[in-house]
């Protein structure tokens, strides 16, 4: 399924929804969810937007709801275990069909995210305040409209490499930190007909999510990832195209 070029990409905003509900620090920044502060955003840029948490009935992401989503956007953190194995091969398969992905910070260890890499996606993480200073190494990216050649976020947990995913079809960002680390920040990949972009920045202790420049990358990252025009895949037993001799 594909948005027509007259109609607005639908976007749903997943989120696991559990550090707000227990912790004031997060409160702070994100008193209705993280969900909700990246909803805003994307409506506010025209999209159609709507959101889906952990604890609803089916994870929120029913099949009814992922058949009419264009692109899906994916934070979690403390409780990837929790996310049914079920959902995860309803919203994998929609990958393949088509659907975009957008997998935010700590999402790079959700169960939907490995599954689609096929690694471990671990890496070194330190939380102590640094600086971070993302790169833009694939200038002309549509990912990287409206950037200069870095942006930076005064205060964000450091990921450092080695990142255990696959080496990415086009790598868009490289972060470094103050402490001296370096991380594959903003990585694309295509699986199936779907397109999937990891992008690092987002931890939930900190107003990362109101940066204008973090809000620019996933807006550019949503009508990167929308799924493309096309015939539908065909497998199995095929018929020869021409007449036997």
């Not at 910070?105 to 689609?116: P, Q, T, V, Y």
Request: glycine share 10%; charged share 25%; hydrophobic share 35%.
């Amino acid at each position: 399924m594909t948005a027509s070029s007259s109609t607005k990409l639908r976007v749903t905003v997943w989120n696991e929804f559990r550090h707000e509900r227990h912790s004031e620090e997060v409160q702070k920044h994100y008193p209705e969810g993280i969900h909700k502060t990246i909803a805003g955003f994307l409506g506010e840029a025209g999209l159609e937007v709507r959101t889906a948490t952990l604890d609803e009935p089916e994870h929120g992401l029913t099949q009814e709801v992922l058949d009419s989503t264009d692109v899906l956007t994916w934070w979690g953190h403390m409780a990837h275990g929790d996310v049914s194995d079920e959902i995860v091969e309803r919203v994998y398969k929609r990958v393949l069909d088509g659907m975009g992905l957008i997998v935010l910070h700590s999402g790079h260890f959700s169960k939907i995210f490995r599954k689609l890499m096929g690694t471990t996606c671990d890496l070194k993480w330190r939380e102590s305040g640094d600086r971070e200073r993302l790169w833009v190494v694939a200038p002309g990216h549509p990912i990287t409209e409206g950037l200069g050649d870095y942006f930076e976020i005064e205060e964000e947990e450091m990921y450092g490499e080695h990142f255990d995913i696959p080496t990415p079809e086009t790598l868009v960002f490289i972060s470094w930190f103050t402490g001296g680390e370096v991380f594959r920040s903003g990585a694309c990949y295509t699986r199936g007909r779907g397109k999937i972009f990891y992008f690092r920045p987002g931890h939930e202790t900190l107003p990362t999510y109101h940066n204008k420049d973090v809000q620019r990358v996933i807006v550019n990252g949503v009508h990167w990832a929308a799924p493309t025009p096309g015939q539908p895949r065909v497998f199995g037993n095929t018929p020869a195209l021409e007449g036997s001799k």
